[in-house]
Protein backbone atom coordinates (compact mmCIF):
# COMPACT_ATOMS: atom_id res chain seq x y z
CA UNK A 1 0.00 0.00 0.00
CA UNK A 2 1.35 3.20 -1.19
CA UNK A 3 2.15 5.55 2.03
CA UNK A 4 -0.07 8.48 2.01
CA UNK A 5 1.37 11.84 1.48
CA UNK A 6 -0.20 14.29 3.98
CA UNK A 7 2.38 15.43 5.80
CA UNK A 8 4.30 18.52 5.90
CA UNK A 9 7.74 20.26 7.11
CA UNK A 10 7.78 23.01 8.38
CA UNK A 11 9.82 26.26 9.87
CA UNK A 12 8.93 28.13 12.75
CA UNK A 13 10.90 31.49 13.88
CA UNK A 14 10.67 31.59 17.67
CA UNK A 15 10.60 34.53 19.97
CA UNK A 16 14.45 34.49 20.35
CA UNK A 17 15.01 34.56 16.31
CA UNK A 18 15.89 30.96 16.05
CA UNK A 19 14.49 28.64 13.52
CA UNK A 20 12.70 25.71 14.60
CA UNK A 21 12.15 23.04 12.17
CA UNK A 22 9.27 20.00 12.55
CA UNK A 23 7.13 17.78 10.72
CA UNK A 24 3.33 17.73 11.05
CA UNK A 25 -0.12 16.34 9.06
CA UNK A 26 -2.05 19.64 10.52
CA UNK A 27 1.19 22.67 11.02
CA UNK A 28 -2.01 24.96 11.69
CA UNK A 29 -2.83 22.84 15.09
CA UNK A 30 0.90 21.86 15.82
CA UNK A 31 2.10 25.87 15.89
CA UNK A 32 -1.07 26.36 18.13
CA UNK A 33 0.54 23.16 20.35
CA UNK A 34 3.83 25.37 19.72
CA UNK A 35 2.41 28.37 21.81
CA UNK A 36 0.32 26.82 24.41
CA UNK A 37 3.11 25.29 25.81
CA UNK A 38 2.25 21.80 24.60
CA UNK A 39 5.29 21.65 21.32
CA UNK A 40 8.29 20.87 21.19
CA UNK A 41 10.67 21.20 24.55
CA UNK A 42 13.09 23.78 22.34
CA UNK A 43 10.22 26.10 21.54
CA UNK A 44 8.47 26.16 25.15
CA UNK A 45 10.46 28.52 26.80
CA UNK A 46 10.84 30.37 22.86
CA UNK A 47 7.23 31.17 22.61
CA UNK A 48 5.47 32.67 20.48
CA UNK A 49 6.53 31.27 17.43
CA UNK A 50 5.40 31.84 14.05
CA UNK A 51 5.14 29.84 11.32
CA UNK A 52 7.78 31.27 8.01
CA UNK A 53 8.05 27.83 5.94
CA UNK A 54 6.46 24.76 5.39
CA UNK A 55 6.01 22.31 2.65
CA UNK A 56 3.00 20.25 2.29
CA UNK A 57 2.21 16.86 0.69
CA UNK A 58 5.01 14.54 2.02
CA UNK A 59 5.24 11.17 3.07
CA UNK A 60 5.94 10.62 6.60
CA UNK A 61 9.36 9.48 5.56
CA UNK A 62 10.21 12.18 3.19
CA UNK A 63 9.19 14.34 6.09
CA UNK A 64 11.83 13.07 8.27
CA UNK A 65 14.40 12.92 5.45
CA UNK A 66 14.15 16.90 4.85
CA UNK A 67 13.41 17.99 8.54
CA UNK A 68 16.69 16.18 8.86
CA UNK A 69 18.22 17.67 6.12
CA UNK A 70 17.35 21.39 7.15
CA UNK A 71 18.06 20.39 10.72
CA UNK A 72 21.40 19.79 9.33
CA UNK A 73 21.89 23.40 7.98
CA UNK A 74 23.49 26.13 9.64
CA UNK A 75 21.68 29.28 10.76
CA UNK A 76 22.91 31.45 7.45
CA UNK A 77 22.72 28.09 5.58
CA UNK A 78 18.35 28.38 6.45
CA UNK A 79 18.05 32.13 5.98
CA UNK A 80 19.51 31.52 2.45
CA UNK A 81 17.15 28.17 1.68
CA UNK A 82 14.14 30.66 2.84
CA UNK A 83 15.34 33.42 0.69
CA UNK A 84 15.50 30.76 -2.33
CA UNK A 85 12.55 29.65 -2.00
CA UNK A 86 10.81 33.21 -1.81
CA UNK A 87 12.02 33.52 -5.28
CA UNK A 88 10.81 30.40 -6.61
CA UNK A 89 7.72 31.20 -4.77
CA UNK A 90 7.14 34.48 -6.79
CA UNK A 91 8.16 32.74 -9.94
CA UNK A 92 5.64 29.29 -10.18
CA UNK A 93 3.16 28.39 -7.27
CA UNK A 94 3.57 25.04 -6.02
CA UNK A 95 3.58 22.91 -3.12
CA UNK A 96 5.19 25.20 -1.15
CA UNK A 97 4.13 27.60 0.60
CA UNK A 98 6.52 30.57 2.23
CA UNK A 99 5.45 32.57 4.84
CA UNK A 100 8.72 34.13 6.03
CA UNK A 101 8.61 37.60 6.83
CA UNK A 102 11.80 39.80 7.99
CA UNK A 103 10.80 41.46 11.33
CA UNK A 104 12.03 45.22 11.67
CA UNK A 105 13.88 45.74 14.26
CA UNK A 106 12.01 48.12 16.72
CA UNK A 107 12.74 51.67 16.78
CA UNK A 108 13.46 54.50 19.54
CA UNK A 109 11.34 57.19 20.00
CA UNK A 110 12.25 60.51 21.50
CA UNK A 111 10.43 62.76 23.64
CA UNK A 112 10.70 66.63 23.04
CA UNK A 113 9.98 68.69 26.21
CA UNK A 114 8.95 72.25 25.41
CA UNK A 115 11.04 74.95 26.04
CA UNK A 116 9.28 77.97 27.94
CA UNK A 117 10.44 80.87 26.10
CA UNK A 118 9.92 82.51 22.60
CA UNK A 119 12.63 81.93 20.38
CA UNK A 120 11.35 84.76 17.63
CA UNK A 121 7.94 86.42 17.71
CA UNK A 122 5.29 86.96 15.21
CA UNK A 123 7.83 84.33 12.93
CA UNK A 124 7.34 80.77 11.63
CA UNK A 125 10.95 79.10 11.14
CA UNK A 126 11.87 77.27 8.29
CA UNK A 127 15.52 76.21 8.06
CA UNK A 128 18.84 76.48 8.90
CA UNK A 129 22.42 75.90 8.21
CA UNK A 130 22.96 73.88 11.12
CA UNK A 131 20.84 71.40 9.80
CA UNK A 132 23.22 69.94 7.10
CA UNK A 133 23.90 66.38 8.09
CA UNK A 134 26.24 67.14 10.45
CA UNK A 135 28.23 70.36 9.42
CA UNK A 136 29.00 73.05 11.53
CA UNK A 137 28.26 76.78 11.34
CA UNK A 138 29.30 79.26 13.95
CA UNK A 139 26.78 80.92 14.64
CA UNK A 140 23.72 79.04 13.78
CA UNK A 141 21.85 80.91 11.05
CA UNK A 142 17.84 80.50 11.31
CA UNK A 143 15.48 81.72 7.86
CA UNK A 144 12.32 82.35 8.70
CA UNK A 145 9.30 84.20 7.47
CA UNK A 146 7.52 86.91 9.27
CA UNK A 147 3.86 85.25 10.18
CA UNK A 148 0.93 86.05 9.33
CA UNK A 149 -2.53 85.38 10.62
CA UNK A 150 -3.05 81.54 11.01
CA UNK A 151 -6.71 82.49 9.69
CA UNK A 152 -4.96 82.95 5.82
CA UNK A 153 -5.13 80.91 3.35
CA UNK A 154 -1.73 80.38 3.98
CA UNK A 155 -0.84 80.34 7.70
CA UNK A 156 3.54 80.41 7.19
CA UNK A 157 3.16 82.82 4.19
CA UNK A 158 4.70 86.40 3.47
CA UNK A 159 6.50 88.23 0.83
CA UNK A 160 10.21 88.02 2.22
CA UNK A 161 12.78 85.45 3.98
CA UNK A 162 14.66 87.12 7.06
CA UNK A 163 17.85 85.67 9.01
CA UNK A 164 18.63 85.49 12.54
CA UNK A 165 21.36 84.17 14.32
CA UNK A 166 21.98 82.44 17.75
CA UNK A 167 25.41 80.27 19.33
CA UNK A 168 23.02 78.03 21.60
CA UNK A 169 20.07 77.41 19.74
CA UNK A 170 17.90 79.45 22.09
CA UNK A 171 18.76 83.01 21.87
CA UNK A 172 18.61 84.62 18.89
CA UNK A 173 18.92 88.24 17.16
CA UNK A 174 17.60 89.14 13.67
CA UNK A 175 20.24 89.75 11.12
CA UNK A 176 19.43 92.85 8.76
CA UNK A 177 18.17 93.08 5.97
CA UNK A 178 16.39 90.13 3.33
CA UNK A 179 17.49 87.14 2.53
CA UNK A 180 15.15 86.14 -0.58
CA UNK A 181 11.95 88.06 -1.29
CA UNK A 182 9.60 88.84 -4.38
CA UNK A 183 12.41 91.44 -5.81
CA UNK A 184 15.25 89.01 -5.40
CA UNK A 185 16.89 88.59 -9.29
CA UNK A 186 16.51 87.20 -11.58
CA UNK A 187 12.66 88.44 -10.93
CA UNK A 188 10.49 85.18 -9.78
CA UNK A 189 7.09 86.32 -10.28
CA UNK A 190 5.17 85.89 -6.62
CA UNK A 191 2.78 87.20 -4.57
CA UNK A 192 4.16 85.18 -1.65
CA UNK A 193 6.89 82.80 -0.02
CA UNK A 194 5.48 80.15 1.87
CA UNK A 195 8.37 77.85 3.03
CA UNK A 196 11.73 77.40 2.34
CA UNK A 197 14.74 75.02 2.92
CA UNK A 198 18.87 74.81 1.90
CA UNK A 199 22.06 72.62 2.11
CA UNK A 200 25.83 73.68 1.36
CA UNK A 201 26.84 72.91 -1.71
CA UNK A 202 30.08 70.82 -2.00
CA UNK A 203 32.31 73.45 -3.80
CA UNK A 204 31.41 76.33 -1.00
CA UNK A 205 27.87 78.26 -0.58
CA UNK A 206 24.60 76.99 -0.45
CA UNK A 207 21.59 76.31 -2.64
CA UNK A 208 18.09 77.11 -1.25
CA UNK A 209 14.67 76.06 -2.35
CA UNK A 210 11.19 77.67 -1.49
CA UNK A 211 8.08 77.77 -2.29
CA UNK A 212 5.39 80.21 -3.49
CA UNK A 213 2.10 81.52 -4.68
CA UNK A 214 2.81 83.04 -7.96
CA UNK A 215 0.64 86.54 -9.68
CA UNK A 216 -1.44 83.87 -11.20
CA UNK A 217 -2.07 82.20 -8.38
CA UNK A 218 0.18 78.67 -8.97
CA UNK A 219 2.31 77.43 -6.16
CA UNK A 220 5.78 76.39 -7.77
CA UNK A 221 8.80 75.86 -5.96
CA UNK A 222 11.64 77.98 -7.28
CA UNK A 223 15.51 77.89 -6.26
CA UNK A 224 18.18 80.20 -5.17
CA UNK A 225 21.98 79.95 -4.52
CA UNK A 226 24.16 82.02 -2.45
CA UNK A 227 27.69 82.61 -1.34
CA UNK A 228 27.89 83.06 2.24
CA UNK A 229 23.96 82.46 3.13
CA UNK A 230 23.25 85.98 3.24
CA UNK A 231 22.88 87.85 -0.74
CA UNK A 232 20.95 85.44 -2.63
CA UNK A 233 20.07 85.07 -6.31
CA UNK A 234 17.37 83.33 -8.13
CA UNK A 235 17.60 80.45 -10.82
CA UNK A 236 15.37 80.15 -13.63
CA UNK A 237 13.85 77.11 -13.84
CA UNK A 238 11.20 75.88 -11.05
CA UNK A 239 12.23 72.88 -9.28
CA UNK A 240 8.37 71.68 -8.47
CA UNK A 241 5.89 73.47 -10.76
CA UNK A 242 2.57 72.40 -8.86
CA UNK A 243 0.65 74.76 -11.23
CA UNK A 244 -3.10 74.79 -9.64
CA UNK A 245 -2.38 72.48 -7.27
CA UNK A 246 -0.74 73.44 -3.77
CA UNK A 247 2.81 72.44 -3.06
CA UNK A 248 5.02 73.99 -0.53
CA UNK A 249 7.14 73.83 2.90
CA UNK A 250 10.35 72.05 0.82
CA UNK A 251 12.35 70.48 3.60
CA UNK A 252 16.18 69.32 2.19
CA UNK A 253 18.18 66.35 3.43
CA UNK A 254 21.82 65.00 2.14
CA UNK A 255 21.76 61.14 2.05
CA UNK A 256 24.73 59.16 2.91
CA UNK A 257 25.23 58.96 -0.89
CA UNK A 258 25.30 62.20 -1.37
CA UNK A 259 22.11 62.90 -3.01
CA UNK A 260 19.56 65.12 -1.84
CA UNK A 261 16.04 64.19 -1.14
CA UNK A 262 13.17 66.73 -1.41
CA UNK A 263 10.09 66.73 0.72
CA UNK A 264 6.95 68.90 0.49
CA UNK A 265 3.37 69.30 1.33
CA UNK A 266 0.76 68.95 -1.66
CA UNK A 267 -2.91 68.64 -2.32
CA UNK A 268 -2.94 64.73 -3.09
CA UNK A 269 -6.67 65.80 -4.82
CA UNK A 270 -5.29 68.57 -6.96
CA UNK A 271 -6.40 71.67 -5.53
CA UNK A 272 -5.68 73.46 -2.38
CA UNK A 273 -7.05 72.30 0.62
CA UNK A 274 -5.25 71.90 3.85
CA UNK A 275 -7.35 68.60 4.92
CA UNK A 276 -5.94 67.29 1.62
CA UNK A 277 -1.78 67.70 1.96
CA UNK A 278 0.29 65.00 1.93
CA UNK A 279 3.98 64.42 2.28
CA UNK A 280 5.55 64.09 -1.53
CA UNK A 281 9.62 63.56 -1.96
CA UNK A 282 11.74 63.81 -5.30
CA UNK A 283 15.36 63.37 -5.18
CA UNK A 284 18.35 64.95 -6.78
CA UNK A 285 22.08 63.74 -7.95
CA UNK A 286 23.29 66.95 -8.84
CA UNK A 287 22.93 68.95 -5.39
CA UNK A 288 19.41 70.74 -6.39
CA UNK A 289 20.17 71.53 -9.75
CA UNK A 290 17.79 69.02 -11.53
CA UNK A 291 15.23 67.12 -9.70
CA UNK A 292 13.78 63.45 -11.06
CA UNK A 293 10.14 62.70 -10.62
CA UNK A 294 7.92 63.08 -7.49
CA UNK A 295 5.99 60.77 -5.84
CA UNK A 296 4.19 60.56 -2.54
CA UNK A 297 5.91 59.21 0.40
CA UNK A 298 3.57 59.66 3.46
CA UNK A 299 0.15 59.30 2.46
CA UNK A 300 -2.07 60.65 5.90
CA UNK A 301 -2.55 64.61 6.30
CA UNK A 302 0.16 66.61 6.82
CA UNK A 303 -0.49 70.40 6.81
CA UNK A 304 3.50 71.23 7.11
CA UNK A 305 6.52 68.54 7.24
CA UNK A 306 10.22 69.01 8.88
CA UNK A 307 12.93 66.50 8.33
CA UNK A 308 16.15 65.63 9.83
CA UNK A 309 18.89 62.56 9.26
CA UNK A 310 19.86 60.61 12.07
CA UNK A 311 23.43 59.34 12.82
CA UNK A 312 22.76 55.80 11.02
CA UNK A 313 21.44 57.53 8.00
CA UNK A 314 17.54 56.96 8.12
CA UNK A 315 15.25 60.20 7.93
CA UNK A 316 12.90 61.34 10.56
CA UNK A 317 9.83 63.22 9.55
CA UNK A 318 7.89 65.63 11.40
CA UNK A 319 4.27 66.70 10.20
CA UNK A 320 1.69 68.62 11.83
CA UNK A 321 -1.72 67.34 12.06
CA UNK A 322 -5.28 68.75 13.34
CA UNK A 323 -6.80 66.62 15.84
CA UNK A 324 -10.41 64.76 15.54
CA UNK A 325 -13.01 67.61 15.44
CA UNK A 326 -10.20 70.45 14.62
CA UNK A 327 -9.27 72.48 11.78
CA UNK A 328 -6.33 73.93 12.85
CA UNK A 329 -2.94 71.73 13.69
CA UNK A 330 -2.68 70.56 16.87
CA UNK A 331 -0.23 68.14 17.03
CA UNK A 332 3.22 67.48 15.26
CA UNK A 333 3.50 63.76 14.56
CA UNK A 334 6.31 61.68 12.95
CA UNK A 335 7.49 58.81 10.47
CA UNK A 336 10.77 56.61 10.20
CA UNK A 337 12.35 55.79 7.32
CA UNK A 338 12.81 51.97 6.97
CA UNK A 339 16.26 52.89 5.20
CA UNK A 340 19.18 55.58 4.34
CA UNK A 341 17.40 56.36 0.57
CA UNK A 342 14.41 58.35 2.63
CA UNK A 343 11.90 56.93 0.52
CA UNK A 344 9.56 54.53 2.59
CA UNK A 345 8.18 55.52 5.97
CA UNK A 346 6.90 54.04 8.84
CA UNK A 347 4.26 56.18 10.96
CA UNK A 348 5.98 56.66 14.67
CA UNK A 349 3.35 56.00 17.62
CA UNK A 350 2.55 58.80 20.07
CA UNK A 351 2.42 63.02 19.64
CA UNK A 352 6.04 64.88 19.68
CA UNK A 353 4.20 68.38 20.28
CA UNK A 354 0.79 68.97 21.20
CA UNK A 355 -1.57 71.50 21.95
CA UNK A 356 -5.10 71.04 23.31
CA UNK A 357 -7.60 71.80 20.33
CA UNK A 358 -9.11 75.20 22.49
CA UNK A 359 -5.94 76.41 22.75
CA UNK A 360 -4.67 77.40 19.77
CA UNK A 361 -2.79 75.81 16.67
CA UNK A 362 1.00 74.61 15.94
CA UNK A 363 2.85 74.89 12.54
CA UNK A 364 6.20 74.36 11.02
CA UNK A 365 7.82 71.94 12.63
CA UNK A 366 11.73 72.06 11.75
CA UNK A 367 13.97 69.72 13.59
CA UNK A 368 17.83 70.79 13.87
CA UNK A 369 20.69 68.48 16.12
CA UNK A 370 21.06 70.67 19.33
CA UNK A 371 24.17 72.68 19.76
CA UNK A 372 25.65 69.43 22.19
CA UNK A 373 25.61 67.22 19.50
CA UNK A 374 23.84 64.62 20.85
CA UNK A 375 20.37 65.69 21.38
CA UNK A 376 17.32 67.22 18.57
CA UNK A 377 15.54 70.96 19.02
CA UNK A 378 12.41 71.20 17.20
CA UNK A 379 11.21 74.57 16.14
CA UNK A 380 7.49 75.15 15.60
CA UNK A 381 5.50 77.64 15.50
CA UNK A 382 2.44 78.61 18.38
CA UNK A 383 -0.37 80.08 17.44
CA UNK A 384 -2.99 80.99 20.31
CA UNK A 385 -6.34 80.74 20.11
CA UNK A 386 -7.51 83.92 18.93
CA UNK A 387 -5.28 83.58 15.71
CA UNK A 388 -2.80 86.16 16.13
CA UNK A 389 0.13 85.88 14.93
CA UNK A 390 2.50 82.71 15.41
CA UNK A 391 5.75 82.94 17.47
CA UNK A 392 8.42 80.52 17.13
CA UNK A 393 8.70 77.87 20.21
CA UNK A 394 10.80 74.79 20.90
CA UNK A 395 11.09 71.77 22.43
CA UNK A 396 14.05 69.77 23.30
CA UNK A 397 14.52 66.13 23.29
CA UNK A 398 15.62 65.25 27.22
CA UNK A 399 16.18 61.37 28.26
CA UNK A 400 18.06 58.89 26.35
CA UNK A 401 15.82 56.80 24.04
CA UNK A 402 16.99 53.14 24.57
CA UNK A 403 15.59 49.91 23.05
CA UNK A 404 17.56 47.05 22.42
CA UNK A 405 20.47 45.28 22.97
CA UNK A 406 22.56 43.18 20.27
CA UNK A 407 22.73 40.57 20.95
CA UNK A 408 19.15 40.33 22.49
CA UNK A 409 19.90 36.84 24.28
CA UNK A 410 23.04 35.49 25.94
CA UNK A 411 23.69 31.99 27.62
CA UNK A 412 23.77 31.59 31.26
CA UNK A 413 27.17 29.55 30.78
CA UNK A 414 28.58 31.87 28.31
CA UNK A 415 31.74 34.41 30.04
CA UNK A 416 31.50 38.51 30.31
CA UNK A 417 29.29 39.21 26.90
CA UNK A 418 29.99 42.49 24.45
CA UNK A 419 26.79 44.08 23.67
CA UNK A 420 25.44 47.17 21.76
CA UNK A 421 22.95 49.36 22.39
CA UNK A 422 20.64 50.55 20.17
CA UNK A 423 18.44 53.89 20.48
CA UNK A 424 18.70 57.57 20.26
CA UNK A 425 20.00 60.82 22.41
CA UNK A 426 23.28 59.27 23.96
CA UNK A 427 24.95 61.54 26.08
CA UNK A 428 29.27 61.73 25.82
CA UNK A 429 30.01 59.18 29.21
CA UNK A 430 26.59 57.20 29.59
CA UNK A 431 26.27 54.48 31.90
CA UNK A 432 24.52 51.62 31.06
CA UNK A 433 23.07 48.64 33.27
CA UNK A 434 20.89 45.98 33.01
CA UNK A 435 18.44 44.86 36.17
CA UNK A 436 15.83 41.49 36.98
CA UNK A 437 14.17 41.92 40.28
CA UNK A 438 17.23 43.58 43.07
CA UNK A 439 19.90 42.31 40.96
CA UNK A 440 21.49 45.52 38.47
CA UNK A 441 24.18 44.16 36.90
CA UNK A 442 26.92 47.45 35.31
CA UNK A 443 28.11 47.53 32.19
CA UNK A 444 31.79 47.69 31.78
CA UNK A 445 34.21 49.04 29.31
CA UNK A 446 31.74 51.48 27.90
CA UNK A 447 31.75 53.30 24.69
CA UNK A 448 29.71 55.29 23.09
CA UNK A 449 30.03 55.23 19.50
CA UNK A 450 27.91 57.56 18.63
CA UNK A 451 24.52 59.13 19.70
CA UNK A 452 22.53 56.07 18.39
CA UNK A 453 25.14 53.22 19.45
CA UNK A 454 26.87 52.59 22.72
CA UNK A 455 28.80 48.88 23.36
CA UNK A 456 29.34 47.74 26.63
CA UNK A 457 30.06 44.27 28.53
CA UNK A 458 28.16 42.52 30.96
CA UNK A 459 28.90 39.50 33.47
CA UNK A 460 25.68 37.81 32.83
CA UNK A 461 27.45 34.21 33.78
CA UNK A 462 25.36 32.43 35.85
CA UNK A 463 22.83 35.01 36.75
CA UNK A 464 18.85 34.63 36.48
CA UNK A 465 17.38 32.77 33.77
CA UNK A 466 14.67 35.32 31.77
CA UNK A 467 14.20 38.69 30.66
CA UNK A 468 15.94 41.48 31.97
CA UNK A 469 15.42 45.29 31.89
CA UNK A 470 17.94 47.92 29.89
CA UNK A 471 18.50 51.41 31.32
CA UNK A 472 20.95 54.23 29.55
CA UNK A 473 21.99 57.27 32.01
CA UNK A 474 23.03 59.78 29.78
CA UNK A 475 26.04 62.17 32.08
CA UNK A 476 23.59 64.54 32.87
CA UNK A 477 22.09 61.87 34.76
CA UNK A 478 18.61 61.36 33.11
CA UNK A 479 18.04 58.16 32.34
CA UNK A 480 15.64 55.93 30.68
CA UNK A 481 14.63 52.30 30.82
CA UNK A 482 13.68 49.48 27.76
CA UNK A 483 11.75 46.94 29.14
CA UNK A 484 12.52 43.19 28.21
CA UNK A 485 15.69 44.35 26.53
CA UNK A 486 18.03 41.41 27.27
CA UNK A 487 17.23 37.31 27.46
CA UNK A 488 19.47 35.29 29.50
CA UNK A 489 18.79 32.06 28.57
CA UNK A 490 20.32 28.46 29.04
CA UNK A 491 22.07 26.66 25.69
CA UNK A 492 20.88 24.64 23.30
CA UNK A 493 21.19 21.07 23.78
CA UNK A 494 23.74 19.17 21.48
CA UNK A 495 23.86 15.48 20.18
CA UNK A 496 27.08 13.72 18.35
CA UNK A 497 26.58 10.32 16.51
CA UNK A 498 29.80 8.67 16.00
CA UNK A 499 29.67 5.06 13.64
CA UNK A 500 26.40 6.13 12.38
CA UNK A 501 27.30 3.48 9.52
CA UNK A 502 26.16 0.84 11.74
CA UNK A 503 27.79 -2.70 11.00
CA UNK A 504 26.23 -4.70 13.52
CA UNK A 505 28.40 -7.74 12.75
CA UNK A 506 31.65 -5.78 13.43
CA UNK A 507 29.65 -5.47 16.70
CA UNK A 508 30.48 -1.95 17.04
CA UNK A 509 27.40 0.28 18.08
CA UNK A 510 26.54 3.68 17.48
CA UNK A 511 27.52 6.00 20.30
CA UNK A 512 25.31 9.12 20.77
CA UNK A 513 26.46 11.77 23.30
CA UNK A 514 24.19 14.07 24.42
CA UNK A 515 24.69 17.45 26.36
CA UNK A 516 22.18 19.68 27.72
CA UNK A 517 22.61 22.77 29.58
CA UNK A 518 19.74 22.14 31.92
CA UNK A 519 18.09 19.85 34.07
CA UNK A 520 14.74 18.14 32.60
CA UNK A 521 13.43 15.20 30.79
CA UNK A 522 15.32 13.56 28.28
CA UNK A 523 13.90 10.74 25.50
CA UNK A 524 16.42 9.08 22.88
CA UNK A 525 14.08 6.78 20.40
CA UNK A 526 15.04 5.03 17.46
CA UNK A 527 12.34 5.16 14.69
CA UNK A 528 12.72 3.54 10.89
CA UNK A 529 12.64 5.47 7.47
CA UNK A 530 8.49 5.68 7.89
CA UNK A 531 8.22 7.05 11.20
CA UNK A 532 7.61 3.67 13.20
CA UNK A 533 9.49 3.18 16.42
CA UNK A 534 11.67 0.85 16.70
CA UNK A 535 13.32 1.23 20.79
CA UNK A 536 13.57 3.76 23.10
CA UNK A 537 16.68 3.82 24.45
CA UNK A 538 16.57 6.42 26.93
CA UNK A 539 13.72 7.91 28.88
CA UNK A 540 13.82 9.69 32.01
CA UNK A 541 15.12 12.78 34.04
CA UNK A 542 18.81 14.05 33.77
CA UNK A 543 20.71 16.75 35.18
CA UNK A 544 22.54 19.49 33.36
CA UNK A 545 25.70 17.79 31.53
CA UNK A 546 26.82 15.36 28.99
CA UNK A 547 25.87 11.49 28.59
CA UNK A 548 26.29 9.06 26.25
CA UNK A 549 23.21 6.13 24.92
CA UNK A 550 24.60 3.10 22.52
CA UNK A 551 22.39 2.11 19.72
CA UNK A 552 23.28 -1.82 18.79
CA UNK A 553 21.07 -1.99 15.83
CA UNK A 554 18.26 -4.19 17.94
CA UNK A 555 14.55 -3.54 18.18
CA UNK A 556 12.89 -3.32 21.57
CA UNK A 557 12.67 -7.10 21.84
CA UNK A 558 15.79 -7.88 21.23
CA UNK A 559 16.13 -8.96 17.77
CA UNK A 560 18.37 -7.09 14.73
CA UNK A 561 16.80 -4.67 12.61
CA UNK A 562 16.95 -4.88 8.80
CA UNK A 563 18.89 -3.02 6.42
CA UNK A 564 18.17 0.62 5.87
CA UNK A 565 17.61 4.07 7.34
CA UNK A 566 16.66 4.51 11.03
CA UNK A 567 16.64 7.88 12.80
CA UNK A 568 17.84 8.62 16.40
CA UNK A 569 15.18 11.34 17.86
CA UNK A 570 16.25 13.11 21.24
CA UNK A 571 14.38 15.55 22.95
CA UNK A 572 14.82 17.37 26.14
CA UNK A 573 15.54 20.64 27.85
CA UNK A 574 15.67 22.61 24.61
CA UNK A 575 16.97 19.98 22.89
CA UNK A 576 14.93 18.32 20.09
CA UNK A 577 17.15 16.85 16.95
CA UNK A 578 16.59 13.32 14.83
CA UNK A 579 20.14 12.22 13.71
CA UNK A 580 20.28 9.50 10.72
CA UNK A 581 21.82 5.78 11.44
CA UNK A 582 22.22 3.95 8.27
CA UNK A 583 22.48 0.17 9.17
CA UNK A 584 24.21 -2.35 6.86
CA UNK A 585 23.97 -6.09 7.41
Known amino acids: MKPSAVWSVYLARCADKSLYTGIAKDVAARIRAHNLGRGAAYTRSR?????????????RSAALIEEARIKALARAEKLAFLKKAARTLSRAVGIWTLLWAAASPARAIPVFDKESAIVLSSATAQAFTGDTGGAAY??????????????????????????????????????AGVRVDT????????????????????????????????TTGAFRIHSAT????????????????????????????????????LYYTRDFNGGDDLADRQIFTARSTDEGATWGASSVVLSTTAYESGAAKLTDGTIRLFYSQPQSGASSATVILSALSSDALGSSFALESGVRVSTAVASGALSSPVPVRSTD???????????????????????????????????????????????TVAGEIFSLLPSVSITKGAVTIAGTSVNRTDDQHITATFATQNQELGNWDLTVTNADGVAATAANALLIDYAPGSVVLTGNLLRPRDATPTTIDTTIFSSGRVSLRVYDSDGRPVRTLFDDHRDAGAFTVAWDGKDASGAAVPSGLYFVAVNGPKIAIKSKIVVIR
Open 47 to 59: RPVRLVYRKNGLT
Open 226 to 261: SADGLAWANETAAAVDGAATYVGMPRLVVLDSGDWR
Open 183 to 214: NTVPSVSAVAITGCALQPLAAGGFRMLYSIVS
Open 138 to 175: APLRMYYLPAVSSGAPHASSGTAILSATSVDGVAWAGE
Open 373 to 419: SFRWRLYYSYYEASFSTGDVRSALTGAPAPVSLSPSTVYQSAGSIPL
